[in-house]
């Protein structure tokens, strides 16, 4: 049986987005958190405790992420995260951000392999808990991820999840699927697939094509349609009384986690800009829905959506 990951999204895929989306759609095998990043003082965020605390995240497989380029503050919050009862962590090393690159993390870390092995040795040899990685294929040659395979596969990851893209296409272009595929019959650790993954048929071919692999990612495609990992294990789609639902406790909580509706308009649009792929086209709603500045407005304007919008056949 594939299973089907939900890919972690800064700013998207927050505690109060993950509970929801379990509860009312379900069919995701695990939700990875967007990354915490400690520093060198060992405390977290009020924002970072509260997204991974268990009591937010109850019933909830959740695996945190880490980003960091030092292996002692990534000690410490693998450390901690034990404490509240995680059993795994994960590795960023594929955020593209030039201001996250510069300072050597997320993908950053592919720039200099014997900082990485270094760092992967220092980890494994202090952690109690699994560490994953999830990971870009290099800076800017699809090509540099033999060697950087190569230094994964000397540490005993729990699974390597890939995005074959490089730092510098960012989100753009085709992924190189042709170098996961080589990677395939010579990585150590289990592979999970992460990219462009945007429907429950796009995931169950991926899955014919690829027998060995048994577990994909999906970020963008999952937003876009909540109910897409549940499809892929057979289940149906999307209801409206579904999406009302998922809307209604989203717009609930932003509004208290900005303490302002005219706030939590701002991460309901980016939600919607994937969301709309569940709807025929209308371009009048859709520019209603970017330009709208007031809550009474907005909230009029997205349950017309949710109510008359015409569903897309799922695919
Ligand atoms: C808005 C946004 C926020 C993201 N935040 C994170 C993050 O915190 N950690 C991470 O590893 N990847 C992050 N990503 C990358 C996604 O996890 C995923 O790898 C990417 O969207 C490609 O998968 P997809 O094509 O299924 O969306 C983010 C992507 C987007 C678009």
Request: aromatic residues 10%; proline residues 6%; glycine residues 8%.
């Amino acid at each position: 049986m594939l299973r089907c990951y939900f890919a972690p999204m800064e700013g998207i895929t927050v505690w109060q987005f993950r509970a929801l989306h379990c509860r009312i759609f379900g069919g995701v095998d695990r939700y990875f958190s967007p990354f915490l990043s400690p520093n060198q003082h060992h405390v977290f965020s009020k924002k970072e405790l509260g997204d991974v605390l268990p009591e937010h995240n109850e019933g909830v497989p959740l695996v945190p992420q880490i980003l960091t380029r030092r292996s002692e503050d990534f000690i410490w919050c693998a450390g901690d995260l034990e404490a509240m009862g995680y059993r795994e962590v994960n590795l960023n090393c594929g955020c593209p951000s030039g201001t996250v690159t510069a300072k050597g993390k997320g993908a950053g870390l592919l720039l200099d392999l014997t900082a990485l092995d270094r760092f992967l040795d220092q980890v494994f040899s202090h952690v109690n808990v699994a560490v994953s990685v999830k990971t870009r294929l290099g800076l800017v040659d699809p090509e540099e991820f033999f060697a950087v395979l190569e230094v994964y596969n000397r540490y005993p990851l729990s699974e390597l999840i890939i995005h074959p893209r490089v730092q510098a296409e960012l989100y753009r272009g085709t992924p190189h699927r042709e170098v996961f595929d080589a990677c395939v019959p010579k990585a150590r650790p289990p592979l999970c697939y992460n990219g462009d993954l945007t429907g429950a048929e796009d995931c169950r071919a991926f899955c014919q094509g690829h027998p060995a692999v048994d577990r994909v990612m999906v970020g963008r495609g999952l937003v876009g349609n909540p109910a897409l990992a549940r499809e892929v294990q057979g289940g149906p789609a999307a209801t409206r009384e579904e999406l009302r639902a998922f809307h209604d406790g989203l717009y609930r909580s932003c509004c208290e986690a900005f303490q302002s509706e005219k706030n939590a308009m701002r991460p309901m649009k980016e939600i919607w800009f994937y969301l709309l792929s569940l709807f025929e086209a209308d371009p009048a709603a859709e520019r209603a829905l970017r330009r709208c500045t007031d809550p009474v407005e907005y909230r009029a304007i997205a349950g017309q959506i949710l109510r008359e919008g015409k569903m897309r056949a799922k695919n």
